[in-house]
């Protein structure tokens, strides 16, 4: 959830603020510290107390993350009909494999864009970003 929500700080173009990810994430400041000082021993951010920077390890995870509720907000809004339902795409998504991920893109034609108009990042984008690591 974290480093999701760092990303979707980062693609915003904002900086990554411990009071930014406790507002997007909905819980007390003193919570992020905690788990930012803990991802930053696991090698995904370098913590800092201002502008927090994810690692290519992190980001790797964030945009992965955030590529598999795009792809379920795809299958709910556009074949299925229903409203998207964040708890279930939240639910979902973490328990949603790579290839899973990538079969059900190819299932709704590798969309490029959400529903709302966000980039949906291609497996091709995140091998790639992996190989630079």
């Known amino acids: 959830m974290y480093l999701k929500a760092m990303w979707l700080i980062k693609e915003n173009k904002e900086l990554i603020k411990i009071s930014t990810i406790a507002n997007l994430l909905g819980i007390r400041q003193s919570s992020v510290v905690q788990m930012l000082q803990r991802i930053d021993k696991m090698g ?34 556009n074949h299925l009909k229903l409203k998207p339902d964040e708890k279930i795409i939240c639910g979902m998504e973490h328990h949603m494999s790579d ?35």
């Open 44 to 77: 995904y951010v370098n913590y800092r107390k201002w502008d927090i920077p994810m690692t290519d390890k992190g980001e790797q995870i964030g945009a992965n993350s955030v590529r598999k509720s795009r792809l379920l907000e795809v299958l709910m809004i």
């Open 99 to 133: 290839e899973f991920t990538n079969s059900l893109s190819s299932i709704l034609d590798n969309p490029t864009m959400s529903p709302n108009g966000k980039i949906i990042t291609s497996n091709f984008d995140l091998i790639s970003s992996k190989k630079t690591e």
